[in-house]
C-alpha cells in the first residue's frame, strides 16, 4: 500500500501505534501499512482468537515491531499496551452477526467490556487519539439509503448492539474526559489477507475459495441483498486520515467507511467468476448454489460517505470491481505458492 495523503513520513516517523486486534485482517494491514511506510514504533495487541500469527511473519524481526499476547478484555493488560503509545487503532472485536447470535454474552464481554478497558487505558495512559472500528450493523433495521450517519434504526443482532454502545461510550469519554476519539463505520470490508475459513468466514474469501476449488458458493437468500463492499486500502487511508486530521470539528465524531455503491450479492458472484476465469476458465461452469436467508441480515446496505469526504478529505481509490481484481490475483498467488510448496 502507497503513502496516504494525510499521513506523511514525518508524521509516521515520529510516531508510536498501539493496533489492537492487529493480527486480524484489517489490523495486520494496518501494521503493514504504518511500517512500511516508516513509523517510528508499532505495537500490537491481541490474543489470537480470530487473528493470526502468520499475518504479522513479516515483521516479526522489524525494530519498530513489538507484540503483546494478551486479552482486552483484562484492563492491566490494556494498559501494557498503551503504555507510551500516541496513538490507537482499536480493531480487536468478536465480528459477525451469526456468531453473536449463537454466543451474545462473549460478544458483549470482547466488544463491550473489553472496548471500555481500551477507553480507560488510553485514558490513563495519555494517548493523543484513539480511531476504533464501528460497524455498518449499527444501521439496523433503517430502511433509508444512502445511510446517513446521524440517522440510524434499532440493531438487528447482539453484535450490532455491542457496536452501536461503543459509539455511545466513545461520545461520553469525549465529553467527559476531553478524549479525542473518531468511530469509522466499516462496511463489508474486503481484500487480501481475509480468512476464507470457519463458519463465521466473510463472504467474499469464502466464495473466492470455493469457485477456486470448483465447489458452489452458497448464497443466503436469493442473491437479491446488496452491500456496499469496501476494500482494504480505502479503510487504511480512512484510518490514516482520521489518526492524523488537525481539523477540530473532525474529531470526536463516526464516520461511514465505504465506496459508495451497491452490488447484490448474485453481482458479486458474477465478479468473481468472471475475474477467476482469467486464471481457470473451467471457472466458468461452477453452479451457484442457494440456501435459507440469515438470521439478522438487512436486505440493503449502502453508505453516504458525504460526511467522510467534507471532514476528512476521504478519497477512495479503489472501486469494487478493482478491488476484487486485486483480491482475486492475491488468493490465487496464495495457492500457486502453495502448490509449489506441497510439490517440494
Not at 99 to 105: G, K, L, N, T, Y
Not at 125 to 148: C, F, H, I, N, Q
Not at 159 to 172: C, G, I, M, Q
Not at 322 to 333: A, M
Request: aromatic share 10%; proline share 4%; with cysteine.
Amino acid at each position: 500500500m502507497e503513502l496516504q495523503n494525510g499521513a506523511d513520513k514525518e508524521s509516521l516517523s515520529g510516531s508510536s501505534f498501539l493496533v489492537t486486534g492487529g493480527a486480524g485482517f484489517i489490523g495486520s494491514s494496518l501494521v503493514a501499512y504504518l511500517l512500511n511506510n516508516g513509523a517510528r514504533r508499532v505495537r500490537v495487541l491481541d490474543n489470537f482468537s480470530t487473528g493470526f500469527r502468520s499475518n504479522l511473519d513479516e515483521f516479526s524481526s522489524h525494530p519498530g515491531f513489538e507484540l503483546i499476547e494478551g486479552d482486552i478484555r483484562d484492563l492491566q493488560t490494556c494498559r501494557d499496551a498503551a503504555k507510551g503509545m500516541r496513538f490507537v487503532f482499536h480493531e480487536a472485536a468478536l465480528g459477525s452477526v451469526p456468531r453473536s447470535i449463537h454466543d451474545p454474552v462473549t460478544t458483549n464481554e470482547v466488544n463491550i467490556s473489553g472496548f471500555l478497558n481500551m477507553l480507560v487505558a488510553a485514558r490513563d495512559e495519555g494517548v493523543k487519539r484513539m480511531v476504533y472500528a464501528a460497524s455498518s450493523s449499527t444501521y439496523g433495521d433503517s430502511v433509508e439509503l444512502p445511510k446517513v450517519e446521524d440517522r440510524i434504526g434499532r440493531p438487528l443482532s447482539p453484535y450490532a448492539v455491542t457496536k452501536y454502545v461503543n459509539e455511545l461510550y466513545a461520545d461520553v469519554f469525549a465529553r467527559t474526559y476531553g478524549m479525542e476519539l473518531i468511530g469509522l463505520r466499516y462496511f463489508n470490508v474486503f481484500g487480501p489477507k481475509q480468512n476464507p475459513a470457519g463458519a463465521y468466514a466473510a463472504v467474499i474469501p469464502k466464495f473466492i475459495e470455493a469457485l477456486m476449488n470448483h465447489e458452489s458458493p452458497v448464497i443466503n437468500g436469493d442473491g437479491e441483498y446488496s452491500r456496499d463492499f469496501t476494500y482494504i486500502d480505502n479503510v487504511i487511508q480512512m484510518n490514516m486520515r482520521a489518526v492524523f486530521t488537525d481539523f477540530a470539528p473532525a474529531v470526536n465524531q463516526t464516520y461511514n467507511v465505504a465506496f459508495g455503491q451497491q452490488t447484490s450479492l448474485n453481482e458479486l458472484t458474477s465478479y468473481l467468476k468472471r475475474y477467476l476465469c482469467d486464471y481457470d476458465p473451467l471457472i466458468a461452469n461452477v453452479p451457484i448454489e442457494y440456501g435459507q436467508q440469515r438470521l439478522g441480515d438487512i436486505p440493503h446496505s449502502l453508505a453516504s460517505i458525504d460526511k467522510a469526504q467534507q471532514m476528512l478529505d476521504y478519497s477512495p481509490r479503489f472501486s469494487v470491481e478493482t478491488g476484487l481484481q486485486e483480491t482475486v490475483r492475491w488468493f490465487v498467488k496464495k495457492k500457486e505458492l502453495a502448490t509449489i510448496q506441497q510439490a517440494v
